[in-house]
């Protein structure tokens, strides 16, 4: 597939035959903000896609016989280890005091981090054999930490400084963007680690085509493997038992459902602009939106806002609002739902969405994105520009109004999710980097 290993000559099995014993038997992973934990606090500040993806990486990892080191912050009253298998822990390191942090402000306090960790790790003796960060501000600790420990560093960005300065500045000056993100230290650094990281694994074709363009970064250096998701617990189910689904979390045949954390960048008001479009082809479609919920002041305002923007739209009474989604009950949420809607303005994969698909719910997602760029519309799902409401709203009412395209939708949609997002097989292609970035090191070495 064209997005797989995209920029590497060697095919996972040659490098599995050339390396017979995995080289990466001891990894370092780093990913700094956030709740990451073993069972971690979705929803909360900074705590979303990025921990999931890390933590199922790291568990597949695991499982294929790597002894893992998940490094992050500790702060409040988070214990110093959470043991998740006898492979795997997660190992908190504190600096910066007992207060969360942003992510926007944690590179005041990395200094900090890389020093506090390096003599954990030498007072226990651990060894590892490459370090892998996540983000940018982990991306700036691993690579002093794998310098520090002579290593080679690999690093995922998960989204780039550069596309959201460009991308995500509505309703706001350059001063008041700078003082609330950070871009010009942001960008900077991010330039300095993709500069020097032994390689980069990006997850979508579009982020890696920004890497070459915007960050100077050389085509060798770089692989595109995308997120995974838990094919397991995200299935399809029987047409006949999903009206029990929807009577037991109160959804209605044509309810159109958007889900994640309350942010700017993921176009809930976008998509409010796009309903009355929606209302007009299927008058009796509502919006079920689970957004934000994780108590915070913030995203208490931000909901707040979204609810005054629909009674502007005259749309309130057609929406119904729900605080917060139980891991247990998320898969059933995507199933009970007629479609899902990922609206973004942007969005450097969209996680949501390939598990909302693989549960067999028709999707319409951004183009603002790389998930489109690697789906057949129609087949697979559909897209459209959330900047463009009527577009937008026309896309969620087709699987609506034609049977046969939500059916195709659903089946096509869950099997392109399962065949080429399971975490399995991307912990396998990641491994295969790892082991070619340490050969590489030792022929350099040689």
């Known amino acids: 597939m064209r997005y797989m290993l995209l920029h590497n000559p060697l095919s996972l099995k040659k490098i599995q035959k050339r390396n017979p014993v995995m080289a990466a038997q001891r990894i370092l992973m780093i990913s700094l903000h956030g709740y990451v934990a073993a069972e971690p606090e979705l929803g909360k500040p900074d705590t979303g896609g990025q921990v999931v993806f890390v933590l199922e990486l790291a568990k597949r990892f695991s499982r294929l016989g790597c002894r893992v080191d998940l490094l992050t912050r500790q702060f409040e009253d988070q214990p110093e280890y959470d043991v998740v298998n006898d492979n795997l822990r997660v190992w908190r390191i504190p600096f910066g005091g007992d207060d969360f942090i942003r992510k926007e402000d944690m590179h005041d306090h990395i200094g900090d981090f890389v020093t506090n960790l390096l003599a ?9 054999d490459i370090v892998y960060s996540h983000y940018w501000d982990a991306g700036w600790a691993g690579q002093k930490i794998a310098e520090e420990l002579e290593i080679p560093h690999v690093h995922t960005p998960h989204s780039l400084g550069w596309w959201k300065q460009n991308n995500m500045g509505e309703g706001m000056d350059e001063e008041q963007m700078e003082a609330n993100y950070r871009f010009e230290e942001r960008i900077r650094k991010e330039f300095l680690v993709y500069q020097m990281c032994d390689h980069v694994v990006a997850t979508t074709e579009p982020q890696a085509e920004l890497l070459k363009a915007e960050y100077d970064l050389l085509p060798r250096m770089m692989t595109v493997v995308p997120p995974g998701m838990d094919e397991m617990n995200f299935s399809p189910i029987r047409q006949g038992d999903q009206q029990a689904l929807r ?5 209605q045949p044509h309810d159109v459902l958007a889900l994640g954390r309350m942010a700017h960048n993921k176009g809930y008001d976008l998509l409010l602009e796009a309903l009355p479009t929606l209302f007009q ?96 519309y129609g087949r697979h799902a559909l897209y459209a520009d959330p900047n463009r ?35 399995t097989g991307i912990a396998k292609q990641t491994l295969a980097i790892f082991n070619n970035t340490i050969q590489r090191r030792i022929g350099e070495v040689a």
């Open 389 to 423: 409401p009527i577009e937008y709203g026309t896309m969620m009412a087709l699987p609506m109004l034609y049977d046969e395209l939500a059916h195709q939708l659903s089946v096509e949609g869950a099997r392109f999710a399962r065949r080429n997002f399971g975490w």
């Open 247 to 251: 009577e037991k979390y109160g959804f």
């Open 120 to 128: 954990a790790i030498r007072s226990e003796s651990r060894q590892h």
């Open 281 to 376: 082809l299927v008058p009796d479609a509502r919006l079920i939106a689970a957004v934000g919920g994780d108590g915070s002041a913030q995203d208490d305002e931000g909901v707040a806002g979204l609810k005054k923007h629909a009674e502007d739209l005259g749309i309130l009474d057609k929406i119904k609002w729900v605080n917060y989604v139980a891991d247990d009950d998320l898969a059933n949420f995507y199933r009970a739902a007629a479609v899902f809607a990922m609206p973004s303005r942007y969005e450097p994969f969209g996680m949501v969405a390939i598990e909302a698909m693989a549960c067999g719910t028709p999707s319409v997602i951004t183009i603002h994105g790389g998930l489109f760029e690697l789906i057949e």
